[in-house]
């Protein structure tokens, strides 16, 4: 990719970004409740995944100790899936976007516990200023409440997937680290449906628009988006990346405005709170590329 320099690596992100945000958009499409869908979908995108460890001879071995790890990641980020796409179905794309957004806040309270470090002031004011967002958009949206905290929920186990995953990342390979993760996801979801006897003919039995959705929501939306931003992090820094990803939520709550019409559009109340929601997430990420870029000069 390194013919397309850093322009030609931004305009990829932000296309991986989209693709992100269209995830919530596919999610409302099909018709499947969140643990089917999300049962597919790590499916589909696992086999991606596996194709290319298989393409690219990337071994799949592992010792025992990091494959139960990688397991229940994959098992948190599985359940985070599916409550995001349920509070998609009990509320909408809007609500479930903006609220998702709050996982900075939830990071900046594990990280000091996950690392045994002090908190760090400015997350923890800024994540004060999302709960604010998060408070004005409750107090305008109270017939999405069940929603709200579906996402709120989803949020956390995004954010404490991502704190266990930051520490993984930098042992083993991002490929086997995903490979192993959807298909742990993947057991344990398989594991819930049969314990509940939820495995029957109907349960296979796809209508076509569900099948191209999952297809695409599998390959394109995950297998691919994920393998496409792990060669991006060789040509942009991680600010860039952050700072890009945050973008996830608006790309995500525009495009909803627009595909599905009324079920979409918010009181002005609401575009407030998730504004003040954004800006914090814009706001962590100018700081830390600021303090970090300080901490640089004083020891050169």
Known sequence: MAEYGYKGALARLHLIVFIWGFTAILGKLITLTAVPLVWWRVLIAGLGVGAWLWWKKIPFRLNLKDVLLLVGAGLIIALHWITFYHAIKISNISVTLACFSSGAFFVSLIEPVWHKRKPVWYEMLLGLLSMAGLGLIFKVETQYAAGIFTALFSAFLSALFSVVNGQLSKRLPPEQISFYELWGGWGGITIFLLATGAFNMEFFRLSQGDTLWLLLLGTICTAFAFI?????????????????????????????????????????????????????????????????????????
Not at 265 to 281: E, W
């Open 228 to 300: 496409m931003s792990v060669q991006l992090l060789k040509h942009l820094s991680p600010y860039t990346m952050v700072l890009t990803i945050n973008l996830e939520p608006v790309y995500g709550i525009i495009l909803a405005y627009f595909i599905f019409g009324q079920s979409e559009h918010m009181s002005p109340a609401f575009y407030g709170g998730a504004g003040i929601i954004l800006l914090t997430l814009f706001g962590n990420a100018w700081l830390k590329q600021r303090l970090s870029k300080k901490a640089e000069t004083k020891q050169a």
